[in-house]
């Protein structure tokens, strides 16, 4: 079975920046995409980008694109999110996720394993 732990999270002013990481544990095939996730308080649980583990293809959500990116580390079993001009509506518990396809990922369905979230928050 599959474990993911975020981390990396933290409180950062506006415009500052954060790199997230996602270490996973156990069997993924590479044939499977890592999701990076998201959720505010009152809020519903947002999608934000995608990395195919066999050829790196990445996909962004716009709210994050130009700001956000994501990369692999595939002898490290981690995905990174690398988040910069951080504004206050990022403020949000992030996730990531196994998804069985990089197009599953991109609509955001399918999502199997889960880790338990980084806090991030941004005021000044």
């Known amino acids: 079975q599959v474990q993911l732990v975020e981390s990396g999270g933290g409180l950062v002013q506006p415009g500052g920046s954060l790199r997230l990481s996602c270490a996973a544990s156990g069997f993924i095939p590479d044939y499977y995409a890592i999701g990076w996730f998201r959720q505010a308080p009152g809020k519903e649980r947002e999608g934000l980008s995608c990395i195919s583990r066999n050829d790196g293809n990445t996909y962004y959500e716009d709210s994050v694109k130009g700001r956000f990116t994501i990369s692999r580390d595939n002898a490290k079993n981690t995905v990174y999110l690398q988040m910069n001009s951080l504004k206050p509506e990022d403020t949000a518990v992030y996730y990531c996720?196994?998804?069985?396809?990089?197009?599953?990922?991109?609509?955001?369905?399918?999502?199997?394993?889960w880790g338990k979230g980084t806090l991030v928050t941004v005021s000044s």
């Open positions: 996720a196994t998804v069985p396809t990089f197009r599953l990922c991109v609509i955001r369905s399918g999502m199997e394993d």
